[in-house]
């Protein structure tokens, strides 16, 4: 027995003298190494290097130290709210407004619920991006102060998506608004320009609190109070700024989340379990397809489907401006398999009109065979409301039709709309040497339509006295109408007027 200890013994002296010491300088991986150099030292150097080690009694690693990441976790968190907890770095704030916010939320428990399930969905593609951008985790939970983690959320003010984009910064972000998605919505788009934005605002403030400010209220609001309290000598931290009641209470509010993800047994709530596992992926489309199929092919619920494909704003998706569609982690290869095996038909009963020329709805219904209400509806056109010429429109695909949309106009399709003309009935009589082109002048209408109304052609001649119907708008109408009734009052007094200038006197009878 003592001499198998003695063996062990040698063994573990032996294993010491061979291994590598981590962290010097010429070791695999350490900045300024040579690999190639590495992997050609003789056994004779590693024979003599001399392992070291630390002096003193051993000591507990501080807390701050590991949340400075100077010491590396041995394991990776199972729970996702772990990993966010210890990618906290942005100064805690001190204020009143913070436990004032705190109460707040501690007393809408059912709140807090709703908004950290819809969370779940999300939060572990945002922390991804922020570790990949080495930015703080506490910005994951933003969209809970700016849109309680909701994609479909719009403000009063126009802001779309869980991160509030208005129009003009999502178009200085990349963001597409168009007829048939808006990408302010989107899952992975919205996201990176928030991160995007963020980023640029903490490179012109240095300060993450003053950048949340305004990423809230505006880059050029927050410089302008900073220049002023400069001016009057005062300070320009967050908290010394003179602001609107809503960035004022902006960052208390992100602090206050902050503070109940940190601890949140101190103010008895319970964080739902989100695992450190991506919730979804990406998956490619190369053909139009309806959202309809695309979720029964993936095999989850319609309602679940647009939740992580918020920017879809049609019942069909347009493969070439939408190339990406975002499923739950295990469906992403049932919808895989169920595509390929797909042999039912077309994928998609939708396809894109462009208007030739300005239509009512009714017209527009009329001629791609669909009821005026669910045009309506699906290309979300308000009452009372006419469509301007070059506008893209969502209409039925026919069987026979094989080609997709087009990228540009699936990139770049407007709808543009223009208040309706409410038009009346009206019939004329034509004079002698009427034509159509003649009396559609004198009117003020086209032509064609002129000659679509009294079924004839555009090169058309009537017949002096012959009835030609008019369509004309209500207001022209009344003004025609009013002339008229004013030239047969005038010509009515007229009339009167010379038969009594013209009548003899009594006087002159006698």
Avoid at 177 to 194: E, G, K, M, W
Wanted: charge should be positive; charged fraction near 25%; aromatic fraction near 8%.
């Amino acid at each position: 027995m003592k001499l198998f200890h003695i063996a062990c013994l040698a063994g573990l002296l032996w294993l010491s003298g061979c291994a590598t010491q981590v962290g010097t300088p010429g070791a695999a991986g350490t900045p300024g190494n040579d690999s190639t150099t590495a992997t050609t030292t003789s056994p004779a150097s590693e024979a003599t290097h001399t392992p070291q080690y630390p002096a003193g009694p051993l000591l507990p690693i501080a807390p701050a130290r590991a949340s400075r990441l100077e010491v590396m976790p041995l394991f990776t968190p199972s729970d996702l709210w772990d990993r966010i907890r210890r990618g906290f770095a942005m100064p805690d704030l001190q204020h009143p407004l913070v436990q004032d916010r705190e109460q707040w939320y501690a007393n809408r428990p059912d709140y807090m619920q709703r908004m950290t399930e819809r969370s779940r969905k999300y939060l572990f593609h945002i922390v991804e991006e922020l570790e990949r951008r080495n930015m703080p985790t506490e910005l994951a939970l933003l969209p809970y102060i700016e849109s309680a983690f909701n994609p479909q959320a719009v403000s009063s003010a126009r802001a779309a998506g869980m991160w509030q984009f208005m129009p003009a910064t999502g178009n200085y972000f990349d963001l597409k608004q168009n007829a048939f998605r808006d990408d302010r919505r989107d899952v992975l788009a919205s996201t990176r320009a928030a991160l995007d934005y963020l980023q640029k605002l903490y490179g012109m403030f240095g300060d993450w609190h003053l950048a949340l400010a305004a990423y809230n209220w505006g880059e050029g609001s927050v410089g302008r109070a900073i220049a002023r309290n400069q001016k009057a000598g005062l300070g320009t931290s967050y908290t010394d700024l003179t602001m609107p009641t809503e960035t004022r209470l902006y960052v208390p509010k992100l602090q206050a989340v902050k503070n109940i993800v940190a601890n949140p047994e101190a103010f008895r709530t319970e964080l739902p379990l989100i695992e450190n596992h991506p919730y979804f992926q990406t998956v490619d489309i190369t053909r139009d397809i309806d959202v309809a199929l695309a979720a029964r092919l993936a095999d989850v619920e319609l309602s679940d489907f647009k939740a992580l494909n918020p920017s879809l704003d049609k019942p069909v998706i347009l493969a070439a401006g939408t190339p990406q569609i975002l499923l739950p982690w295990d469906n992403a290869k049932v919808f895989e398999r169920n595509l390929a095996a797909y042999k039912d038909g077309q994928y998609a009963s939708w396809t894109v009109w462009m208007l030739p020329s300005t239509m009512s709805t009714a017209e527009v219904a009329r001629r791609v065979g669909m009821d005026e209400t669910e045009l309506r509806n699906i290309n979300r056109i308000p009452p009372r409301m006419r469509v301007k010429a070059g506008s893209a429109l969502i209409v039925p695909r026919s069987a026979t039709t094989r080609t997709d949309v087009a990228e540009h106009v699936a990139d770049n399709g407007k709808l543009s709309l223009a208040p309706d003309v409410v038009t009346r009935r009206s019939v004329v009589r034509a004079r002698k040497g009427d034509t159509v082109s003649s009396l559609a002048k004198r009117h003020r209408v086209s032509a064609a339509s002129l000659a679509d109304w009294n079924d004839v052609k555009t090169s058309a001649a009537f017949k002096a006295g012959q009835e030609v119907v008019l369509m004309l708008p209500v207001r022209m109408q009344a003004s025609r109408d009013t002339q008229a009734s004013a030239g047969k009052r005038s010509a009515g007094k007229s009339s009167a007027r010379v038969t009594r200038e013209s009548k003899p006197s009594r006087k002159k009878r006698r």
